[in-house]
């Protein structure tokens, strides 16, 4: 096989259409399409078909898809450590950390990958999870952190790797601890709550958990962001839960208690890379980090 005419074949599916795909990589559309043509006959099928004035992938051109993606994946992680070889450490670190994890967290899970012995700069990137992911998939990203693995309908080949679970904790304004007077988790049917958004994987695991003890919340906010959600939770504006293997961060301040932990909500954390065998030293520092925070937390 003719890897030139599998890259032109991978960018106009990429793109949707010739057209795009030409102007893209500064190609004729005719030489595009004359070299998927000569793909397509060495393969004996066709990858595309027309419908209207539309291109779309064949079954045979889907399967073609999934390889070429994981192929020139392959190709750029093999770039990026060829260049780097023999100091065997990226000058650069780029990482993605999801606005739903708490930033102390992410801070210990990075700080050995820019500890060694080489030195090693770290660009970090918050956003929301579609966005990071998105960042990755063109390479703009070593790496993403976040509370939930890769979401189903993300179609570019990259992997998922817990780090971490843990428990929860549920916090609120010294003040407003006070004025509870039920045990936990009772508490919360007299507590106003803040709650991180609805696309973060904690808040999909409290409702069952929350149905299940009978707790009819009142939500007074919700946030993307748990720094912010925190910000709030200081002002005396509601309880809200944090995970447990963070909770350090949020009491450090001294101006919040602990009213409740639970174990039967999770939260976990993951890696998310192109790599299908992590050997970016980077990344495989922040998963060795994870390891020894877990030992220390007991999760």
Not at 14 to 26: T, W
Not at 119 to 124: A, D, F, H, L, N
Not at 222 to 229: C, K, R, T, V, Y
Not at 244 to 258: D, N, P, Q, W, Y
Request: glycine fraction near 8%.
């Amino acid at each position: 096989m003719n890897l030139k005419h599998l890259f032109y074949f991978w960018k106009v599916a990429k793109a949707g259409s010739v057209a795009r795909a030409a102007e893209a990589i500064n190609v004729t559309p005719q030489t595009l399409s004359g070299q998927i043509g000569l793909l397509e006959s060495s393969l004996g099928t066709e990858l595309f078909t027309r419908q209207g004035r539309s291109i779309v992938l064949t079954e045979a051109g889907k399967m073609a898809l999934e390889y070429a993606d994981e192929l020139f994946a392959l190709s750029a992680e093999l770039e990026v450590m060829i260049k780097h070889h023999p100091l065997g450490r990226p000058a650069e670190f780029r990482v993605g950390v999801s606005d739903a994890v708490p930033k102390s967290l992410a801070c210990r899970l990075l700080q050995p990958a820019i500890r060694g012995e080489q030195s090693t700069r770290i660009v970090c990137r918050e956003w929301q999870i579609d966005r990071l992911l998105a960042q990755l998939a063109v390479h703009e990203l070593d790496l993403v952190i976040s509370d939930s693995p890769i979401p189903p309908s993300f179609s570019v080949r990259a992997y998922s790797y817990r780090l971490l679970d843990s428990g929860l904790t549920f916090l609120a304004a010294k003040p407003l601890a006070n004025q509870a007077g039920l045990p936990f988790p009772a508490c919360l049917n007299v507590l106003p709550l803040l709650l991180p958004g609805d696309d973060s994987a904690v808040r999909s695991a409290l409702h069952p958990w929350l149905e299940g003890n009978r707790i009819r919340a009142r939500i007074v906010g919700e946030f993307d962001d748990s720094a912010l959600m925190m910000a709030f939770g200081e002002a005396g504006i509601g309880a809200f839960p944090v995970p447990t293997i963070a909770e350090e961060e949020f009491l450090r301040s001294g101006t919040l208690s602990v009213i409740g932990r639970t174990t039967e909500v999770q939260v976990s954390y993951f890696a998310i890379s192109v790599e299908r065998r992590l050997t970016h030293p980077c990344v495989l520092a922040v998963t060795q980090s994870a390891q020894r925070i877990g030992l220390s937390t007991g999760s």
